[in-house]
């Protein structure tokens, strides 16, 4: 996944720039602003976030930001496909001819380990080596911000 930024500081001594983040392109028509929680600076402002500068950007310079597309998949997974498969497998545990009240209990609890289990599984994922956002093109040069 790419967005733009614009760098607001570099180090030198880790070879890391401090970006603004801006929103990806389909930020705009997104449906669910904000919903992404990573990448979206619609809600909530701009967010900025360390990241791998290999290009050299310096300070005002607009540049574009990308995660790897296996790293987002793996993310994707965490969030997305761990609660859904915790749910199942709640419901599947639960003894056949539950009452009504004792089923919606069980999924509700399933629902929040699940939901849970997906944020902790994304942490853990996102830790990973080549789990980082870098910078790839500098696409504009602007004067210092």
Same mark, same amino acid.
């Given at each position: 996944m790419r967005q733009n930024g614009i760098v607001k500081e570099t180090r030198d001594t880790d070879g890391t720039?401090?970006? *603004?983040?801006?929103? *990806?392109?389909? +930020?705009a028509t997104c449906s669910?602003?904000?919903?992404?929680?990573?990448? +979206?600076?619609s809600a909530g402002g701009a967010k900025e976030a360390w990241v791998a500068n290999p290009?050299? *950007? *310096?300070?005002?310079?607009?540049v574009e930001v990308e995660l790897a597309p296996a790293a987002s998949l793996a993310l994707s997974g965490a969030l997305f496909i761990v609660p859904v498969a915790v749910l199942v497998v709640s419901l599947a545990l639960l003894p056949s001819g539950a009452s009504p009240s004792r089923t919606a209990v069980h999924a509700l609890a399933g629902l929040v380990l699940g939901v849970a289990s997906g944020v902790l599984a994304s942490? %853990?994922?996102?830790?990973?080596?080549?789990?980082? %956002?870098?910078?790839?093109?500098?696409?504009?040069?602007?004067p210092a911000a």
């Open positions: 720039a401090l970006v *603004a983040l801006m929103g *990806a392109d389909g +930020c669910s602003k904000g919903g992404c929680g990573i990448f +979206c600076s290009v050299k *950007a *310096a300070r005002g310079d607009r942490r %853990l994922v996102s830790r990973r080596r080549g789990f980082d %956002l870098k910078i790839v093109s500098v696409i504009g040069s602007g």
